[in-house]
């Protein structure tokens, strides 16, 4: 059984920073491309940012340059590391996982799901 447990969300203040941590059971990992998408109150999941088993790392533009995502393969776990925040981005994170080697940012392109856990920026 595949299994994704998100980890690291909370209150942060604008300007300050989270990290949020995604641990996965239940498949190969390292060929296996992840993703975060993140949800706000009453609008649409979307997109935030990819890593493909192969290397590539797309990431939404509305958070380029402050957000990164990485993976460790030997722990099974990616990574989202959060600058910079915004009241905008908060919203319920979620770690996604997918039976292919590429990243995609289309919501149904990704198999498996992990619970999500809240982002909070005050300003």
């Known amino acids: 059984q595949v299994q994704l447990v998100e980890s690291g969300g909370g209150l942060v203040q604008a300007g300050g920073s989270l990290r949020l941590s995604c641990a996965t059971s239940?498949?190969?990992?390292?060929?296996?491309?992840m993703a975060w998408f993140r949800q706000a109150p009453g609008k649409e999941r979307e997109f935030v940012a990819g890593?493909?088993?192969?290397?590539?790392?797309p990431v939404a533009d509305s958070v380029k340059g402050r957000f990164t995502m990485s993976r460790d393969n030997a722990k099974n776990t990616v990574y989202l590391q959060m600058t910079s925040l915004k009241p905008e981005d908060t919203a319920v994170y979620y770690c996604?996982?997918?039976?292919?080697?590429?990243?995609?940012?289309?919501?149904?392109?990704?198999?498996?799901w992990g619970q999500g856990t809240q982002v909070t920026v005050s300003s």
């Open positions: 996604a996982g997918r039976n292919s080697w590429i990243a995609a940012a289309s919501e149904s392109s990704y198999d498996y």
């Open positions: 890593s493909s088993g192969i290397g590539g790392r």
């Open positions: 239940g498949r190969p990992f390292s060929t296996g491309a």
